[in-house]
T-cell receptor
Framework: KQEVTQIPAALSVPEGENLVLNCSFT??????LQWFRQDPGKGLTSLLL?????REQTSGRLNASLDKSSGRSTLYIAASQPGDSATYLC????????????FGQGTTLQVKP | NAGVTQTPKFRVLKTGQSMTLLCAQD?????MYWYRQDPGMGLRLIHY???????AKGEVPDGYNVSRLKKQNFLLGLESAAPSQTSVYFC???????????????FGPGTRLTVT
């Protein structure tokens, strides 16, 4: 059964720092991994999707990498800003299935001015 | 494009009442989903649909019913609301990326439901 773990659960950093959020999953037979951002009281916003054939994806200051063999993904945020404060969730398909997603518990990030 | 929209945004029900949550998407996506999000439990899939006229159970389907009569709409029903159904409900839709088996999901803004 696919399980997704995100470490750390919470992170507080000063503005300008580069940071890495971690995501691990138990079943490496995945077709994609998706990173989301959730602001308090809001829905999830898709940040990056990495297909199984890709090693990384970049969008602005965000870079997500995928290592299927080790069951890990990282989300790198460069030059963090207070506006980056939010909960970041990663999600992968369940074992042997496409379309659906299993979510981690998320990492809540606070960037202090 | 409005993306994924949900109606209503907030609702308070008394135990035993019924209601329907409406999800609509204008992206022509085949797949649609209903999740609930609870503190400490994360996001859990209630029901999903792989196309118009089809539905399937997710991880926590008990107490909920769904219908997908039109491709763009996915309805979530609570026939007899219970306090345990107090939660934030999210709808999502997805499409398959060309020449791959990857799917990208998009979420609505959520419905905050309280059952007293």
């Amino acid at each position: 059964k696919q399980e997704v773990t995100q470490i750390p659960a919470a992170l507080s950093v000063p503005e300008g720092e580069n940071l890495v959020l971690n995501c691990s999953f138990t079943d490496s037979a995945i077709y994609n991994l998706q990173w989301f951002r959730q602001d308090p009281g809001k829905g999830l916003t898709s940040l990056l999707l990495i297909q199984s054939s890709q090693r990384e994806q970049t969008s602005g200051r965000l870079n997500a990498s995928l290592d299927k063999s080790s069951g890990r993904s990282t989300l790198y945020i460069a030059a963090s800003q207070p506006g980056d404060s939010a909960t970041y969730l990663c999600a992968v398909p369940p074992s042997g299935n496409t379309g659906k997603l299993i979510f981690g518990q998320g990492t809540t990030l606070q960037v202090k001015p | 494009n409005a993306g994924v929209t949900q109606t209503p945004k907030f609702r308070v029900l008394k135990t035993g009442q019924s209601m329907t949550l409406l999800c609509a998407q204008d992206m022509n996506h085949e797949y649609m989903y209903w999740y609930r999000q609870d503190p400490g439990m994360g996001l859990r899939l209630i029901h999903y649909s792989v196309g118009e006229g089809t539905t399937a159970k997710g991880e926590v389907p008990d107490g909920y019913n769904v219908s997908r009569l039109k491709k763009q709409n996915f309805l979530l029903g609570l026939e007899s609301a219970a306090p345990s159904q107090t939660s934030v409900y999210f709808c999502a839709s997805s499409y398959s990326i060309a020449r791959s088996r990857a799917y990208e999901q998009y979420f609505g803004p959520g419905t905050r439901l309280t059952v007293t």
